[in-house]
């Protein structure tokens, strides 16, 4: 009973990278078929364009409703891009004024190398940050949390788990009242942490880490279009993280860290950029995951309720459909190849 057909509130993506100019103009059109209400925006545009001040979001934030179709009724949630010179009383007054909902920490080593896409800017010290958490705390700002080990010397595998220990569960002991948010979670511990940790730490879970394990970036030979961070893992993680997201666990929502790369930035022999692109296919990937594990049931939770409330949203009263039938993905949008472009899905939204 029920099992072609699932009825949901319209979704929203609670990470996604839209980039500027033209490949804004070519991505943003895909997650509003996709019938999200909304998008959590990362702000890690080329340096020196990250969106680190109310200045660079405002702006960013009108580049993004002016690609709008008119009528359209999306909500792009806009973050500030957390530096080592960010002032605390910056990021609150950001908040207040309606500019950004949350603060991305991404982590940077010294000499600004590592992490991830544009992140050297980032933060480099992440103590010298704790008089922002604690206005974020006071505040009620979310922390969005790219977490993972920026040290060259840990292990790649291990960079989630090591940023665990040393710094997120440091951090959730410092400000235990800090909505903290795991980022394209992947690893066990950290998904065993955020189950653990108890009402303020939520976590994000991207449809391709429910997919695939560690393998899928050396089948046939290493494949870049597989290749993100954090990298994906050993298969018996990606089994934990997803039967405690099908389980239907609340602080555990949908964000697809979708992130274009022109093919030739990701197909370079050396130096490939890291990000997958599945913004044209997210409601069908999670559908196909949630049906596989029997968890239909639960996949409104998953995409359209679960942390809304800390983004300042209410689940949609609109609705979406996927039906059960085949969808095939398209191989590429622009010059951005897809992930699992040209396979056959069992789920189609209704409208595509
Ligand atoms: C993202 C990107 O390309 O901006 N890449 C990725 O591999 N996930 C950055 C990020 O989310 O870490
Ligand atoms: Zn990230
Ligand atoms: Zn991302």
Request: with cysteine; charged share 25%.
């Amino acid at each position: 009973m029920g099992t072609d057909s699932i009825t949901i509130p319209r979704w929203f993506d609670r990470h996604l990278h839209l980039r500027d100019g033209d490949m804004l103009r070519t991505v943003l059109p895909h997650t509003l078929a996709s019938q999200a209400t909304a998008a959590v925006i990362m702000g890690n545009l080329p340096p020196p364009n990250e969106i680190s001040t109310i200045v660079k979001a405002i702006a960013y934030r009108d580049r993004i409703i002016s690609m709008l179709p008119p009528g359209s009724d999306f909500t792009p949630i806009m973050t500030c891009y957390l530096t080592d010179e960010t002032a605390p009383e910056d990021v609150v007054s950001g908040y207040k004024e309606g500019v950004w909902r949350a603060v991305k920490l991404y982590l940077a080593r010294k000499d600004g190398s590592g992490g991830t896409s544009h992140s050297s800017r980032a933060v480099k010290d992440i103590r010298g940050r704790y008089p922002v958490f604690a206005a974020m705390e006071k505040e009620g700002i979310p922390l969005l949390g790219h977490f993972e080990s920026v040290d060259p010397e840990i292990d790649e595998f291990d960079r989630e788990m090591i940023c665990l220990y040393l710094n997120v569960i440091p951090l959730h002991e410092a400000f235990p009242g800090l909505k903290i948010v795991f980022e394209h979670i992947t690893d066990n511990r950290s998904a065993e942490f955020v189950v653990s940790a108890g009402d303020n730490v939520f976590a994000t879970v991207t449809a391709h880490h429910l997919m695939i394990n560690r393998n899928a970036m050396f089948d046939g030979g290493m494949n870049p279009f597989k290749y993100c961070k954090p990298v994906p893992k050993r298969d018996d993680h990606r089994r934990k993280v997803r039967a405690i997201v099908t389980a239907g666990h609340p602080r555990f929502g949908a964000g697809t860290d979708s992130a274009p790369w022109d093919e030739a930035a990701k197909a370079r022999g050396f130096g490939c950029s890291a990000g997958i692109f599945t913004a044209p296919a997210a409601p069908e990937l999670y559908a196909t995951v949630f049906d596989e594990d029997g968890a239909l049931d639960k996949l409104g939770a998953f995409m359209s309720v679960n942390l809304a409330e800390i983004y300042g949203l209410e689940p949609s009263k609109e609705t979406m459909t996927l039906v059960r039938g085949s969808f095939t993905i398209p191989e590429r949008v622009g010059t951005v190849r897809v992930f699992k472009g040209g396979e056959i899905l069992p789920w189609k939204l209704v409208g595509r």
